[in-house]
């Protein structure tokens, strides 16, 4: 059937189930607007339009993260493109499979420095799994299917589809395809071919999990590490969970990795690294095999990687082979989906029982300092917030101490339940990630933990959230200061606080109730249990500021390039 | 840190535009440079080979090996070592060479090297040269006696020796797929 790109890309949209698209309009892109009122396509595909491109980028991402699906995000040409960048490098940061579609100007202005024109392929090579530039309109299709199907596969992560304008214009031939379809044929079908050249079966080696159970059958001291690898991999923690009640050894997971195992489970240590607990972090100084799975080792995990889990021999099973010695040196590898090497491992694993050295991991306690005035501490809101809420809920964070402190006391049940920046660390993340959570999940509870800092940095998407009818409760730790900046000049700058002092307002109260949301300020552990307890019964948008001591730290902390027993606070 | 070395990698890309950059980024972003790169299509016009010299120590090179191989335009990788693989450069040199026992010195020369003079003018003598770099790099000295004017090198191109070719399959080459396999 004859039809423009601009309705290509629509229909395209459609083939892979795209039910939500984030984004913000511009001059180049409108073609592609054009088509939600022109061909009706806004009948089938909702268009939440945000206040800004990040935010419309990290709701994107948000959508991704909370279900394992594809989230789609547009933009404009130059400043939108842009606008976006921050929110690709940290979908990629984190694996989150996210489609970004940008129409540049016309092929004819490209490379003329014309209005609003940038090197998008050029600016998001670096934090893109794939990007590509479409000037020739029969590729479209074939282009939209494979970035789709790049993005979700193996470990994944976002792509960006740049078009020149006039593309969008021109009249092509365009037949839909069902998605299992799409391997069969073009751009993806000739990938797959050439690949199927080297692979006869994309499965992982059986030697080297035999050579795992035997390692297993020779230690005494195993450990395991979970990453946000077995968050992604579908349906991976069921099998993870068979793994480690099978292993019955201690479990440690990045805080990516949270939710890979129930956060009450009896195995479970916590969170692993410089603000993991005392238990996580000693384990891997003892253990004699540390199994990891998933997880990349950022120097947020292995502090001093030359030093790290030094007595252990260690295993890394990932599906990303280039992952594998990248940051500490390993002893075995298993490459894969998560899931799959975990079935294939507990197929043959025997039942073990490490008594002695769970005994000897668990009696490492992390001390939890008791509140100084009274305020409510950050671990007491949490704990509130923990008392109201289940498994059925969904916790954004921005970046910073509010960020570890729901990662160190909140309940997390279920994989998907915390959507954070790990990787990128980006401030300003939360909100708009709460959006797009809540949109995929309206009969989940989301809630978005901030911090001053984060919050001023993205947070005139309220305006998204209200007129979208998107409600989210937003609990604000506010310090009046940027918390884990200060903690670190508090710890290791002579306690000079340069630039991490916001005794600058706003009025957080009045600013929520400007967007219509409720709004409410709290400084006791019983006002703040009241009010939760109100915002979670009301349904509706609800922000709860918590005035909070700035003197507290989040503790445990091992300062960067130290070993896993150094702790700088405990 | 190990010590640093020549490394030169052979890379099977997909040949199309942006792809060379992509590759030649990651020498950049950990700060090495390239020494040589020569580019150019292989039997298949689809596919390009490039080949890339380096000096840099083995775990960063490993790395770059494997950040490269995870890339979807990129088909294979391999490093080629010296002893194993043969290489190649084409070298041209353009020489003053202005009185006749000057020329016929010239010539000599590039009989022995069993190079070829490709231009001649009054003043001058263009010569082609295809070898190792040891080679270009002797030749070059005693050209520099009489001055060289103009050099251009193409870079070196190498493929290994035997029967393996860079796609053949090994284990690591079907973990790197395994990753990138999209049923």
Request: a neutral charge.
């Amino acid at each position: 059937m004859k039809m423009k790109c601009s309705q290509v890309l629509m229909e395209c949209l459609l083939e892979q189930g795209v039910d939500t698209v984030f984004g913000y309009p511009g001059g180049t892109i409108l073609n592609i607007y054009d088509e939600f009122e022109l061909h009706g396509y806004g009948e089938k595909i909702k268009h939440i339009l945000t206040s800004h491109e990040q935010g419309a980028a990290h709701a994107a991402d948000g959508y991704a993260r909370s279900t394992g699906k594809v989230g789609v995000c547009f933009a404009t040409s130059g400043p939108g493109a842009t606008n976006l960048t921050t929110g690709i490098a940290t979908a990629y940061y984190d694996s989150s499979p996210v489609v970004f579609i940008t129409v540049n100007v016309p092929e004819a202005l490209i490379g003329k420095d014309a209005f609003q024109e940038v090197d998008v392929t050029g600016i998001t090579m670096p934090i893109t799994k794939c990007n590509y530039l479409v000037r020739d309109p029969e590729t479209l299709a074939d282009v939209v299917r494979e970035a789709f199907a790049i993005a979700r596969s193996g470990r994944p992560g976002p792509v960006v589809i740049d078009i020149a304008k006039n593309v969008t214009l021109t009249e092509v031939d365009f037949e839909s395809l069902p998605l299992s379809e799409h391997a069969k044929s073009g751009r993806l079908g000739k990938r797959l071919r050439r690949s199927e050249n080297n692979l006869k079966a994309p499965e992982p080696d059986g030697e080297d999990i035999d050579k795992l159970l035997t390692m297993i059958g020779e230690a005494k001291k195993p450990l395991v590490l979970a990453g946000g690898g077995v968050i992604r991999s579908k349906d991976a923690v069921p099998e993870f969970i068979k793994f480690i009640e099978k292993l019955g050894a201690p479990v440690t997971t990045s805080m990516m990795g949270i939710g890979a195992c129930p956060c009450d489970h009896p195995l479970y240590t916590g969170m692993i690294g410089m603000h993991g607990t005392r238990a996580s972090n000693i384990a891997t100084t003892k253990c004699d095999l540390l199994i990891i799975v998933g997880c990349r080792l950022s120097d947020r995990v292995a502090l001093a990687p030359q030093h790290f889990a030094k007595k252990a021999k260690i295993v890394h099973i990932d599906i990303d082979r280039a992952e594998i010695d990248k940051n500490v040196k390993t002893d075995h590898h298993i490459i894969g989906d998560a899931r799959r090497v975990l079935e294939l491992i507990n197929a043959k694993l025997p039942k073990y029982d490490y008594p002695g050295w769970r005994e000897e991991v668990f009696a490492q306690k992390t001390k939890v300092a008791p509140a100084s005035s009274g305020k409510a501490t950050p671990k007491e809101i949490i704990d509130i917030i923990n008392k109201y809420t289940d498994e059925n809920t969904i916790v954004t964070t921005d970046v910073g101490q509010h960020q570890m402190w729901v990662a160190q006391y909140y309940n997390f049940k279920l994989p998907k339940q915390l959507i954070s920046s790990g990787g990128f660390g980006t401030m300003g993340f939360g909100l708009g990630a709460a959006i797009g959570a809540k949109i995929a999940n309206p009969d989940k509870l989301v809630i978005h933990c901030t911090g001053d800092g984060s919050f001023r940095m993205n947070y005139t998407e309220y305006a998204t959230a209200k007129y979208y009818d998107v409600p989210i409760i937003t609990v604000l730790f506010n310090n009046r200061a940027l918390g884990m900046v200060r903690q670190w000049q508090a710890l290791t700058a002579g306690r000079r606080f340069s630039q991490t002092t916001l005794d600058r307002g706003p009025d957080f109260v009045k600013f929520a109730q400007a967007f219509d949301f409720e709004a409410v300020k709290v400084s006791t552990k019983e006002d703040f249990d009241r009010e939760f307890a109100k915002a979670v019964k009301s349904g509706k948008h609800y922000m709860i500021e918590c005035d909070i001591e700035t003197e507290d730290l989040v503790s445990p902390m091992i300062p960067g390039g130290a070993k896993s027993d150094e702790f700088l606070l405990d | 840190m190990s010590e640093i070395r020549r490394h030169t990698l052979s890379v099977l890309v997909e040949n199309a535009a942006g792809v060379l950059s992509h590759v030649t980024r990651f020498f950049s972003r950990k700060g090495y440079n390239i020494e040589s790169l020569a580019v150019g299509p292989t039997d298949d016009a689809s596919v390009s080979r490039i080949t890339i010299e380096v000096s840099a120590d083995d775990a960063a090179a490993e790395q770059i090996i494997n950040q490269l191989r995870k890339m979807f335009s990129v088909y294979s990788v391999k490093e080629l070592p010296r002893k194993t693989s043969v290489r190649r450069e084409l070298v041209l040199y353009k020489v003053k060479a202005e009185e006749p026992d000057m020329r016929n010195e010239i010539i000599q020369i590039v009989n022995i090297f069993r190079a070829s003079i490709i231009d001649v003018s009054l003043k001058t003598l263009t010569i082609a040269l295809i070898g190792d770099e040891d080679k270009a790099d002797a030749m070059q000295n005693l050209l520099k006696n009489f001055g060289i004017l103009e050099l251009a090198r193409t870079g070196v191109v190498a493929l290994e020796r035997g029967e393996s070719t860079l796609v053949d399959e090994t284990k690591e080459n079907k973990e790197f797929n395994l990753g990138k396999n999209m049923n």
